[in-house]
Antibody, heavy 120, light 107 residues
Framework: EVQLVESGGGLVQPGGSLRLSCVVS????????MDWVRQAPGKGLEWVSY????????YYADSVKGRFTISRDNAKNSLYLQMNSLRDEDTAVYYC?????????????WGQGTLVTVSS | DIQMTQSPSSLSASVGDRVTITCQAS??????LNWYQQKPGKAPKLLIY???NLESGVPSRFSGSGSGTDFTFTISSLQPEDIATYFC?????????FGQGTRLEIK
């Protein structure tokens, strides 16, 4: 069974940092690109970042560029999102998702999400 | 950025009804369009990819059509377990963008 399990969310003050992790199982992690997608409470979905299977290609949404860093460790079947200089508007459930297509953007499946709350 | 406009934003229908949701892109995205279902408190689930292809394991009452800028998502016969919010998503250009969602309720 394919599983993606996020962790690392929590309450952080504005300007603070947090590192999210996503551990996967049930498929060959090193063969797939991965993404982070977030959802503010009661709101829609916002794509955050993409990383290719070998980490050679990385993309970010403009809203997080320069503050967030995506990375992966294929030996540990793990995806990461380092979030620095956090803002109130970064408050959201963060999902990791396998990028299933031949181009960026077919998300299947998704993890259960981890909640990040940025507040003083 | 490509804007994705879904309509309606909410919809109430009866079990057995045919339900249709539309999604319009602000520019031509060919068929680079996916549909996701999100049940309350759960992660989104891919239902339709490349505008009209049914993901494996998804019931055949779900379907999608369209290309270019105008797309349609249909549930042929609404079931109680279909209560959810549905999102369209384009992946023709970065940044990947989603529609605002359509909340589907049972009448």
């Amino acid at each position: 069974e394919v599983q993606l399990v996020e962790s690392g969310g929590g309450l952080v003050q504005p300007g603070g940092s947090l590192r999210l992790s996503c551990v996967v199982s049930g498929f060959t992690f090193s063969s797939y690109s991965m993404d982070w997608v977030r959802q503010a409470p009661g709101k829609g979905l916002e794509w955050v970042s993409y990383i290719s299977s070998s980490s050679s290609t990385i993309y970010y949404a403009d809203s997080v560029k320069g503050r967030f860093t995506i990375s992966r460790d294929n030996a540990k079947n793990s995806l990461y999102l380092q979030m620095n200089s956090l803002r109130d508007e970064d408050t959201a459930v963060y999902y990791c998702a396998r990028d299933y297509g031949t181009v960026v953007g077919v998300f299947d499946p998704w993890g259960q999400g981890t909640l990040v709350t940025v507040s003083s | 950025d490509i804007q994705m406009t879904q309509s309606p934003s909410s919809l109430s229908a009866s079990v057995g009804d045919r339900v249709t949701i539309t999604c319009q892109a602000s520019q031509d995205i060919s068929n680079y369009l996916n549909w996701y279902q999100q049940k309350p408190g759960k992660a989104p689930k891919l239902l339709i990819y490349d505008a009209s292809n049914l993901e494996s394991g998804v019931p055949s009452r779900f379907s999608g059509s369209g290309s270019g800028t105008d797309f349609t998502f249909t549930i042929s016969s609404l079931q109680p377990e279909d209560i959810a919010t549905y999102f369209c998503q384009q992946y023709d250009n970065l940044p990947i963008t989603f529609g605002q969602g359509t909340r589907l309720e049972i009448k």
